[in-house]
């Protein structure tokens, strides 16, 4: 189950990147928001961070205007490792190196084809487990 929340700023990319988990055939949980009028990203961010701390999802997504906002927020949650993307090469990178467990994205920043390329690998690309990334994962938690 893939967790997805969004401020104002990101409604629309939520919207087009649901419906790209649905022709995917994935299931998610949207934590909202449900429309464009003004709110304030923590408390997304924060909803889908608890939702993939308490294990009661296994990833999330979360977009606001920039997504920086949004992931700062996310990151706050004990083991949460928000990951700011904005192309291909770092989705992937978060994934193989830091097993980041929640994707931020900012609206204002990427487009709708990019942010859907940028989702697919995020989702398909799985945690090398190397010893030295483990490790230094570790090293986040204290």
Do not use: W
């Not at 205007?65 to 927020?73: D, K, L, N, Q, V």
């Not at 192309?87 to 980041?100: G, Q, V, W």
């Not at 990334?133 to 986040?140: A, K």
């Amino acid at each position: 189950m893939i967790a997805i929340g969004c401020d104002h700023g990101g409604f629309k990319l939520k919207q087009a990147v649901m419906k790209h988990l649905e022709e995917r055939g994935l299931e998610y949980k949207d934590y909202g928001t449900y429309s464009d009028e003004s709110c304030d990203y923590p408390v997304y961010g924060k909803a889908v961070a608890n939702a993939v701390a308490s294990g009661e999802c296994d990833r999330g997504i979360i977009i606001c205007g920039t997504g920086i906002g949004i992931s700062i927020a996310a990151n706050k949650i004990r083991g949460i490792r928000a990951a700011l993307c904005g192309d291909c090469f770092s989705a992937e990178a978060t994934r193989l190196h830091n097993d980041a467990n929640i994707l931020a994205m900012g609206a204002r920043v990427v487009g709708e084809g990019l942010a859907l390329k940028i989702v697919d690998i995020f989702l398909d690309t799985p945690f090398s487990g190397d010893e030295r990334h483990r490790r230094r994962i570790s090293m986040l938690e204290g």
